[in-house]
């Protein structure tokens, strides 16, 4: 069965550096997400993506945040300057059409 | 901004026992979602609904448009699904707005 893909499972950085998260969402999918899940707290939504441009965000994804899709597989999370406040863990998510989400395995991020 | 509950935060079942999981949100929505998040972290979808009920194996989704409310129920409960159960919806857009989970 297809699945999404990220890497890397883990990443620890320090404080004020450039991270990228990258994703190969389901090859047939229209749609990509980005959640985080801050450790114990709920799962947020912090970007949609459709037709090579972001349809939503929310108020968490900021300046210091971008997201690509470089080549026609792979879709990134960049964070620019990381912050303390930026640990968790980070899902991908694709889908089709009027169709449910596929989840990602997540990159767990740790900014000391 | 839609706000979503999830009922009970915990629980804790004996094998066999029949469960439910209950999800109430604030403002209307276009669909509902029931997923499963395991100790590692992973999530797995398990239902995208918009009205009615969906059954797959053990596990049934009911939800109930005019009251802002749908539940999970699993029948005959086993310890593989010892996992955090989250309920979350999507409006008009593309955005999903996610339950603190129940432990179960």
């Known amino acids: 069965e297809p699945e999404v893909t990220q890497t890397p499972s883990h990443q620890v950085t320090q404080m004020g550096q450039e991270v990228i998260l990258r994703c190969v969402p389901i090859s047939n999918h229209l749609y990509f997400y980005w959640y985080r899940q801050i450790l114990g707290q709920k799962v947020e939504f912090l970007v949609s993506f459709y037709n090579n441009e972001i349809s939503e965000k929310s108020e968490i994804f900021d300046d210091q945040f971008s997201v690509e899709r470089p080549d026609g597989s792979n879709f990134t999370l960049k964070i620019r300057s990381t912050k303390l406040e930026d640990s968790a863990m980070y899902f991908c998510a694709s889908k089709e059409v009027l169709r449910t989400q596929y989840f990602g395995p997540g990159t767990r991020l740790l900014v000391l | 901004k839609n706000e979503v509950e999830q009922s009970p935060q915990n629980l804790t079942a004996q094998e066999g026992e029949f469960i439910t999981i209950n999800c109430s949100y604030s403002?209307?929505?276009?669909?509902l979602h029931w997923l499963q998040q395991h100790p590692g972290g992973g999530i797995v979808s398990l239902f995208m609904?918009?009205?009615g009920k969906k059954k797959h194996g053990r596990l049934i989704a009911t939800i109930n448009i005019q009251e802002k409310h749908s539940s999970l129920h699993i029948t005959a409960s086993h310890p593989r699904d010892s996992a955090v159960y989250i309920c979350a919806v999507r409006g008009g857009n593309e955005k999903l707005t996610f339950g603190t989970g129940t432990r179960l």
């Open positions: 403002v209307g929505i276009s669909a």
């Open positions: 609904l918009s009205s």
